[in-house]
């Protein structure tokens, strides 16, 4: 972010000596992450204009070494890609300037998983591919995808063998994302940890919390910590209720994870990325910036949005999404908030924005809990997915089925 408000904070774990780095770079596969953070796939956010935005970022966080982390795009599925929708090929678009370039697929079937992950490494479209074994919504739970089936283990080892086997070739690590589990009765994330160690995966990525939880509750970090001791040969990164920096660095204190994912904590705030690369660094500098200032990121997401779809209006059709998160907790007022509600231009957009008072500083209630959290619920599961760990024959067919029933994203 250019020219924003900076604090010094004490961090939760602070440095022996200023300037003194907190955790390592982060190395998955060949791919050193000089800031061990990642932005996490959100479908419908984490498309190419918005990891621009948290990449530059992340970068002004510690200019001394440029120093980067890893964005993710949102999920893509496997069979969508095999067939080259139009929508999947812009979803794997990236920056000339991305680097590694990530993308994370969603799949339930090994063999098209292997065709998907052919399919990107083979033409150069990715240097990592991160699979989803995380996503708690019931259009993909129900058919036996997302954090339902690490339930299934020997599916799982088959999902994650199949990416490695067609990544490895080409030098492309693969890393596995996955919850708790389905629901407090059924546990898998140390079983599945062990699996995808096993099968080759670079890393291992774990939201604390079960698909029944969705974002209820609160993340339990201890889970993070208990698979840390349990996988010990590859990097462990911890995701859940990273709202700040301090919550970052706690979670490393507390878990001895070697970085963290952050998803809904950015939203509306790509600058956190360098709040996080400087606390890593051993830097106390927070940004806190003022109306003005998150204004101008605001408008420059939207220009972004403006670039990707290459449609003026589907980018402020777009931007529409993100304005309760730029805004959260400044006096703006309800009906300013409808007006950007409705912005169709980028001249509109303008508009508005200079209307604002800038100098109006970061308000405290701004910090905190972002997105919905929802509540606690049953996990939508094929019939009878709970009986065992193996799939029956009806069970294969659900999961046969399942690739060309959800949509890039879900």
Known sequence: MTAATTT???????????????????????????????????AGITNRAFRRLCREAGAAGQPASGATSLYVSEMITSRALVERTPVSMKLIEHDPEESPRSIQLYGVDPATVGRAVDLLVSEDRTDHIDLNFGCPVPKVTRKGGGAALPWKTELFRGVVSAAVRAAAPYDVPVTVKMRVGIDADHITYLEAGRI????????????????SQAYSGQADWTRIRELKQTVTSIPVLGNGDIWSAEDALRMVAETGCDGVVVGRGCLGRPW?????????????????????????????????????????????????????????????????????ALVDSLAALDNLIDGLDGTLPWPDDAEGQRGRAGSSRVVALPDGWLQSQDLNEAQREVVARAEGTVSDGG
Not at 200 to 210: D, I, K, N, P, S
């Open 8 to 42: 010094r904070t004490a961090p939760a774990t602070a440095p022996s000596t200023p300037g003194e780095r907190l955790l390592p770079p982060l190395q998955i596969g060949r791919h050193t992450i000089d800031s061990p953070v990642v932005l996490a796939p959100m």
């Open 196 to 211: 995808a160690e096993g099968e080759g995966a670079a890393a291992v990525a774990l939201h604390a919390r079960t698909a």
């Open 272 to 340: 956190l990325f360098a709040d996080l690369a400087a606390a890593f660094a051993g830097s106390e500098v927070r940004i806190r910036p003022s109306l003005g200032e998150v204004g101008a990121t605001l408008r420059r997401h939207a220009e972004y949005l403006v670039d990707f779809h290459q449609d003026e209006d589907k980018g402020c059709r777009d931007i529409r999404k993100h304005i309760a998160w730029y805004f959260k907790g400044f006096p703006v007022g309800g009906a300013f908030r409808n007006k950007l």
